[in-house]
Nanobody
Framework: QVQLVESGGGLVQAGGSLRLSCAAS????????LGWYRQSEGKQRELVAN???????KYADSVKGRFTISRDNAKNTVSLQMNSLKPDDTAVYYC???????????????????WGRGTQVTVSS
């Protein structure tokens, strides 16, 4: 039902920037929340940022002021602008979606996460 495809990862020097993009598709349905998680080796996957269908955003404290999430509902994409990158930002970044709705707004699924395959972000010192 739901497919999420990330792009934009890569290797950057500390202080540099990257922009991640995720193309979302959900067939005949719409997605409520879109965002990004990340996972470093030996650590749990953690929320980086997300945005819901009406533009409400949430950021991890560690990225506030550095990262900006944006959503284009017409194109069905979500992006993460990552500035002032630090080595601690090194991780696999996963596009995330949750909350599936019909075209007329009825809830289809809730509390079921969907994941992209992930894209590697490496920040060197």
């Amino acid at each position: 039902q739901v497919q999420l495809v990330e792009s934009g990862g890569g290797l950057v020097q500390a202080g540099g920037s990257l922009r991640l993009s995720c193309a979302a598709s959900a067939g005949e349905f719409k997605l409520n929340t879109l965002g990004w998680y990340r996972q470093s080796e030996g650590k749990q996957r953690e929320l980086v940022a997300n945005v819901n269908s009406v533009g409400l955003t949430k950021y991890a404290d560690s990225v506030k002021g550095r990262f900006t999430i944006s959503r284009d509902n017409a194109k069905n994409t979500v992006s993460l602008q990552m500035n002032s990158l630090k080595p601690d930002d090194t991780a696999v970044y996963y596009c995330h979606a949750e909350g599936l709705y019909s075209a007329d707004g009825d809830v289809v699924t809730w509390g079921v996460p969907y994941w992209g395959r992930g894209t590697q972000v490496t920040v060197s010192s």
